[in-house]
């Protein structure tokens, strides 16, 4: 609900939730940037089957969590702490985009300042 | 026949039985029409001791009835040889005088337009003296007619027998003259028979008479001449099945051994291309099976009366009816089987 | 005859259980295939897929219904021909397992006849007017449904074979898949009773208790959502699913304001049952179908256990179904009433139940991805209505004083009873956990503000002082509500659809067909056929017959006429 709303503020900059970020990744930023990358090798995640949309930067915690739920099966209460990491970690990417779009949000709006007054 | 034979306890009777026998075969059988004339008369003169009874004032009319039509009729038969030997030297069969022959020898059968006499002698007949009347008669009638006929003539008369003795038979209620009207429908269908094949009409012939003595057989063994004898609830439930089955047979209605003439002329039709007459031919159908069903649903379902003191006990003929009731049924069938 | 079925499908929910057990440990699913006639080119194949999800669905029926039938060995021991109950039963149970475990349409057809028509016969088992017209409402709603799925076989032939679950990847695009999707959607909704359809539900609550427990909380109904979770890779992105939503969500919450109007304990918890079956079909036409099954086993539990706590206040109170006339019976009946508190409160979404699990995951999936303010308006909203009429429930059952008679002898003891419902207390206490640790191999991650986390709760608080604040009436009280008469009797009437669907549909056709009946069948096409014909074949007798009663000489001299009138043509 929260995303609707932040959305909507969003549209007066043209920007929906689907968008890429357009500018320079680094503008802005005192520290150095790095690509993020992937934990979890590639055959490593094709030959656990997991389907495409669960494949992100996260995956290796949700490979661990997968590990644990067969070995713990069917007492699965006890896979809680690698389901807390992995649940973490979600939270953790989805507040970096979450900030990532406010980012480019607010960097349109700037834009728009600068060539408004010039 | 044979039960006519059977009970007939009066040997002149025999001696005139024999007679008409070998009357009809001399008509048939003659290569003149003067001998077809012979055995016409010789017919007549043997039918007429058959039918009289002198203890009964209307089986006398009845005879005397039957003596003038057919006596006239036989009259303006020779009359018409005679013309037609002296006037007429050609072969051609459309002409007039083919339709005077063939309107005389229509009047011996009883076909319309000439069948007036019919159910009024049919009435004052004993059953098994029908049987005779409605089978044996036509024979040389119709052989004869096979002979020298104008088929426009004859169409236009199986026309009118089909309509009369269907429409005739509506408003009946005694048995006789629903099974003569019944005999002159039939006609119709025996007239065109004719037309196409004498051995056609010998088979439509046979079964026709077959079925005529199964339901004369079981209205005489029975002893009932008017249809609200029929409606007696304690009848034995194989006689009644045996007269749905034979008026449904007679009918021409499908698994019955009726349908199969009926069913080898339509395909005559057919492919003579007699369309029109092919429907005129159903429709007369339909109505005779619509009084003969009126006839078997009213026996079959109402609870008219149980009468106490009569009970129809039939155990001596009990072979006969389920004989007949069998035939009816299984002869279509079994004869797929020997002959195809 | 109850005992031995009761045994047999116990044990069919154990091997259920270990075998879904070890099927979801390794990930198996299994795809029988005998093939019973093999033609030329023709074969017709009998195949069943046991995955973990029909594995899981299939030992809660079996469980569901092994303890109904031990209940109805005491609910029902009155009855002369048990027998034939459990055999309905039992059929039932088979009818229902079949569809659970067929990948191909053949067999889902059979499986969904098979339980409209037992569902039929088992809502007309007491032979009464109500039942007979509620059975009528229940098959008609049914076969509407039967007949989408007939045609869905007809359309999936174009593909060459039945078994639909080849065809979902390939196909999605198709001219062909677009109608089978409407179909299979329209069909799904008649067994789950949503909007155009859902007038059956609280009809076929003339079923005896036991039944309407198995029939119409958890299988039958459920069965529509399940064809729609199996079906759910097809129906994700085409537009009628939105349609289903919007259907769905109006089902909810159309229920949820029926439930407060109404007086009788067996159709509030149909009302109650067909709100949970707008919240399954809703979150499933969301996309997310393991939550909508999730939510389907959880509400399978908690609905049972308070059909048959239902039917033990019933019993108890000479067979009066109205909650006006009961009250305080927690204090007599304190077993029963804790199974009916703790499924009340499972079903209102109470913290760590079994109902806390599936419905808090589907109202915080609602709020965490974006949707429609209308959809969020109206999951809470119906959240809240749920808290409503169950606490009302519980103020007039419970808590308020005794309203049938003066002297009274409530009855609890019926062990037979008791221990049936402690068995699904058990699971329903322990089963929304239990299967959420199953179910979801990749967990949701749910990340709301503070107050939007705490929306349920504000919901939930809302609706239970609501709840309490309109079953506080006293005999001085005014029914204010009459003053709107024809609002409150839209909301209070299922919005009027009982109506619509059984008189409004049937009156234009009814009137019309007595018109032609009588001008047409016993009017115009008797003159022109039948009696008229007969009529004028009979004058035409007639007619004829005064020729044939003639005198005899006419006959004769007819003739001779004839040949004279030829004679002359010859001569001419």
């Known amino acids: 609900m929260g995303q609707i709303m932040g959305g909507y503020h969003a549209r007066s900059v043209d920007l929906n939730s689907d968008d890429n970020p357009t500018f320079d990744p680094q503008a802005g930023f005192q520290y150095e940037r790095k690509q993020r990358e992937m934990i979890a090798k590639e055959e490593d995640l094709i030959s656990a089957r997991i389907p495409n949309k669960y494949r992100d930067y996260c995956a ?10 067969y070995k713990e099966m069917p007492l699965l209460y006890r896979c809680a702490h690698e389901k807390h990491n992995y649940l973490n970690c979600e939270q953790q990417d989805y507040v970096l985009r979450m900030k990532e779009f406010e980012r480019e949000r607010r960097l349109r709006v700037r834009e728009n300042r600068i060539s408004a007054t010039a | 026949m044979f039960f006519f034979i059977l009970i007939n306890n009066n040997s002149n009777k025999m001696f005139f039985l024999f007679i008409m026998f070998f009357s009809t075969l001399i008509s048939i059988s003659s290569n003149s029409w003067f001998g077809c004339w012979i055995g016409l008369e010789i ?27 057919q006596s006239l009729a036989s009259i303006n038969f020779l009359f018409m040889i005679l013309i037609k030997f002296s006037l007429l030297k050609n072969f051609n069969m459309n002409n007039i005088i083919s339709i005077m022959m063939n309107s005389s020898l229509l009047m011996k059968m009883g076909s319309a337009p000439f069948h007036f006499w019919f159910p009024n002698i049919v009435e004052g007949l004993s059953w098994m003296n029908n049987f005779m009347l409605m ?6 009638p119709m052989i004869l007619l096979s002979y020298y006929f104008n088929k426009n003539f004859l169409i236009f008369m ?18 006789r003259k629903l099974l003569a009207f019944s005999s002159i429908n039939n006609l119709g269908w025996m007239i065109f028979s004719i037309m196409i094949s004498e051995n056609l009409w010998l088979f439509y012939f046979l079964i026709y008479s077959m079925m005529i003595f199964m339901m004369i057989s079981l209205f005489f063994l029975m002893n009932m001449y008017f249809m609200n004898q029929l409606f007696i609830n304690n009848m034995n439930f194989f006689i009644k099945l045996n007269l749905l089955i034979n008026f449904l047979s007679l009918g021409g209605l499908p698994p019955f051994m009726g349908f199969m003439p009926k069913w080898i002329i339509i395909k005559f039709l057919l492919i003579n291309k007699f369309y029109f007459l092919t429907f005129i031919f159903m429709m007369t159908s339909l109505i005779i099976i619509y009084y003969y069903i009126r006839i078997i649903y009213s026996s079959f379902m109402f609870n008219y009366f149980k009468m106490k003191w009569m009970n129809l006990l039939m155990k001596n003929n009990m072979l006969l009816i389920n004989l007949s009731s069998f035939i009816s049924i299984s002869s279509m069938i079994l004869s797929t089987f020997i002959f195809m | 005859m109850c005992f031995n079925s009761f045994f047999f499908l116990f044990f069919f929910m154990l091997i259920n259980f270990f075998f879904f057990v070890y099927f979801i440990m390794n990930g198996l699913s299994v795809f029988f295939e005998w093939e019973i006639i093999s033609f030329n080119s023709m074969s017709i194949v009998m195949s069943i897929l046991l995955d973990w999800m029909s594995l899981l669905f299939m030992m809660f029926v079996s469980l569901i219904s092994s303890v109904v039938i031990f209940y109805s060995k005491s609910y029902m021991n009155s009855e002369l021909n048990l027998n034939r109950l459990i055999i309905l039963v039992l059929m039932f149970v088979f009818s229902m397992v079949l569809l659970i475990i067929s990948p191909n349409l053949i067999s889902i057809l059979l499986g969904w006849d098979g339980l409209g028509l037992i569902s039929y016969c088992l809502v007309i088992y007491y032979q009464n007017l109500k039942s007979y017209n509620a059975g009528m409402l229940t098959a008609l709603s049914n076969r509407i449904g039967d007949v989408m799925i007939l045609m869905v076989i007809c359309w999936i032939m174009n593909y060459g074979s039945w078994n639909y679950i080849f065809y979902f990847d390939f196909m999605k695009n198709d001219y062909v898949m677009f109608i089978i999707s409407f179909m299979i959607i329209i069909a799904a909704m008649t067994k789950s009773a949503q909007i155009p359809f859902s007038s059956w539900l609280p009809a076929a609550m003339a079923a005896p208790t036991p039944v309407s427990a198995l029939v119409h909380s958890s299988t039958l109904v459920t069965a529509g959502v399940y064809l729609l979770i199996r079906f759910n890779y097809l129906l994700i992105d085409m ?14 919450f159309m229920s949820g304001i029926s439930a407060n109007y109404e007086f009788d304990l067996k159709k509030i918890i149909a009302l109650s049952t067909l709100s949970q079956l707008g919240l399954m079909m809703s979150i499933l036409s969301l996309g997310f179908p393991d939550i909508a099954f999730f939510h389907l086993l959880t509400h399978a539990m908690f609905k049972a256990l308070l059909f048959m706590c239902a039917g033990v206040i019933i019993h108890m109170m000479n067979d009066i179904q109205d909650i006006r006339y009961m009250g305080g019976l927690s204090l007599y009946i304190p077993l029963t009433s804790l199974c009916l508190n703790i499924s009340n409160l499972s079903l209102c979404g109470i913290p760590f139940l079994s109902g806390f699990y599936s419905k808090d995951l589907i109202l915080e999936m609602v709020s965490f991805n974006s949707f429609n303010l209308m959809v969020f308006i109206l999951f809470y909203l119906s959240t809240g209505l749920t808290v409503f009429y169950t606490f009302r429930l519980i103020m007039y059952v419970m808590i308020s004083d005794f309203n049938l008679m003066m002297i009274y002898n409530l009855y609890d003891e019926d062990y037979i009873m008791l221990n049936s419902m402690f068995v699904l207390l058990f699971m329903s206490l322990l089963s929304g956990s239990f299967l959420s640790w199953f179910i979801f191999f990749y967990p949701y991650m749910i990340y709301l503000p503070f107050n939007l986390k705490l929306m349920v709760i504000y919901v939930s608080i809302l609706g239970s002082i609501l709840g309490f604040m309109v079953s506080n009436m006293g005999i001085y009280s005014l029914n204010k509500l009459l003053l709107s008469y024809n609002l409150s009797s839209f909301l209070c009437l299922m919005w009027f659809m009982p109506n619509l669907s059984t008189y409004g549909l049937s009156y234009i056709y009814l009137n019309f067909s007595q018109i032609l009946f009588k001008n047409i069948d016993m009017g115009w096409s008797e003159i022109y056929s039948g009696k008229g014909i007969f009529n004028i074949l009979k004058n035409y007798s007639v007619f004829y017959n005064i020729y044939q009663m003639n005198n005899f000489k006419i006959y004769l001299f007819s003739f001779i006429l004839w040949f004279m009138i030829l004679f002359i043509f010859f001569f001419i």
């Open chain 3, 239 to 252: 537009f009628f699913f939105k349609v289903l939503l919007f259907l769905s969500i109006l089902t909810m």
């Open chain 2, 135 to 140: 089978t044996w008669q036509k024979i040389s």
């Open chain 1, 60 to 69: 290796h915690y949700l490979l661990d969590y997968q590990v644990c739920r």
């Open chain 2, 158 to 175: 199986i026309i009118m027998n089909l309509i009369i003795g269907s429409l005739g038979g509506l408003n009946q209620t005694s048995l």
């Open chain 2, 43 to 69: 017919n007549l003169l043997s039918f007429i001791p058959l039918i009289s009874n002198s203890k009964n004032l209307l089986s006398v009319e009845t005879s005397l009835k039957y003596f003038l039509t």
